[in-house]
T-cell receptor, first 112, second 115 residues
Framework: QKEVEQDPGPLSVPEGAIVSLNCTYS??????FMWYRQYSRKGPELLMY????GNKEDGRFTAQVDKSSKYISLFIRDSQPSDSATYLC????????????FGKGTRLHILP | DGGITQSPKYLFRKEGQNVTLSCEQN?????MYWYRQDPGQGLRLIYY???????QKGDIAEGYSVSREKKESFPLTVTSAQKNPTAFYLC??????????????FGDGTRLSIL
C-alpha cells in the first residue's frame, strides 16, 4: 500500500460548484497535513497547512483532517476558472519536516 | 521581492553530458531542497541541505550531486550516470528559525529534456 494515495483525475466541475479533493494515507504517525496548488509549468504553492485532526478555513478553502480514518480533504467553495490547476496533498511527521510525502496530485478543471 | 529563483526554465542535455541547475533564494532560509517531478507522479526528494557546507541524500540521489557553499545557493548537477533525467526539477527552501512558519516554499522549476 502506498503511503499517500490521491486520485489523479482529471476532475471537471462547473463554475460556482463546490469541489471536494481527497487523499488517504497509511501511516498513522503523520501529524502535519498540507495542500499545495500547482499551475502548469509552475512550482507548487502552499494553500493550507494543518496539524492533527479538525477543520481549517481560509476564504473559499476548507481543509479537513480525519486521523481516525486516515483521510484528508480540501473543499473549494464558489469555484472559479482560476482554480483550474493540479492540487497536491502532502504530509509529514514533524512541524516543517525535511521529509514531506506528496500525493501524485489531482488535476482540476473548472468549466466556465 | 523575496523568493526562490530557478534557472534556466528549460534545459537540454546531450547523452553523456553533466548539466547544472541553479537555485538561488533571498529569503534568508536555512534549509534548501531539490525534488524531481515526473508526469502523474508526486514530488520525490533528491537532496537537501540544512546548513552551509552540509547536505544529505534524499530518496533518489543516485546520478545527482549538489553543493552548498553559500546560504543563498544550492545548485544541482545531473550527471551522465542519471539514465532517465527527463523531468521537472523543483527547488524549495525552509526557514528553520520560524517555529510558526510555513513548510517548504518552492521555486518555479526547471524542465530538463534529453536531446
Amino acid at each position: 500500500q502506498k503511503e499517500v494515495e490521491q486520485d489523479p483525475g482529471p476532475l471537471s466541475v462547473p463554475e460556482g460548484a463546490i469541489v471536494s479533493l481527497n487523499c488517504t494515507y497509511s501511516n498513522s504517525a503523520f501529524q502535519y497535513f498540507m495542500w499545495y496548488r500547482q499551475y502548469s509549468r509552475k512550482g507548487p504553492e502552499l494553500l493550507m497547512y494543518t496539524y492533527s485532526s479538525g477543520n481549517k478555513e481560509d476564504g473559499r478553502f476548507t481543509a479537513q483532517v480525519d486521523k481516525s480514518s486516515k483521510y484528508i480533504s480540501l473543499f473549494i467553495r464558489d469555484s472559479q476558472p482560476s482554480d483550474s490547476a493540479t492540487y497536491l496533498c502532502a504530509m509529514s511527521y514533524m512541524h516543517r519536516d525535511d521529509k514531506i510525502i506528496f500525493g501524485k496530485g489531482t488535476r482540476l478543471h473548472i468549466l466556465p | 521581492d523575496g523568493g526562490i529563483t530557478q534557472s534556466p526554465k528549460y534545459l537540454f542535455r546531450k547523452e553523456g553530458q553533466n548539466v547544472t541547475l541553479s537555485c538561488e533564494q533571498n529569503l534568508n532560509h536555512d534549509a534548501m531542497y531539490w525534488y524531481r517531478q515526473d508526469p502523474g507522479q508526486g514530488l520525490r526528494l533528491i537532496y537537501y541541505s540544512q546548513i552551509v557546507n552540509d547536505f544529505q541524500k534524499g530518496d533518489i540521489a543516485e546520478g545527482y550531486s549538489v553543493s552548498r557553499e553559500k546560504k543563498e545557493s544550492f545548485p544541482l548537477t545531473v550527471t551522465s550516470a542519471q539514465k532517465n533525467p527527463t523531468a521537472f526539477y523543483l527547488c524549495a527552501s525552509l526557514w528553520e528559525g520560524d517555529r510558526d512558519g510555513q513548510p517548504q516554499h518552492f521555486g518555479d522549476g526547471t524542465r530538463l529534456s534529453i536531446l
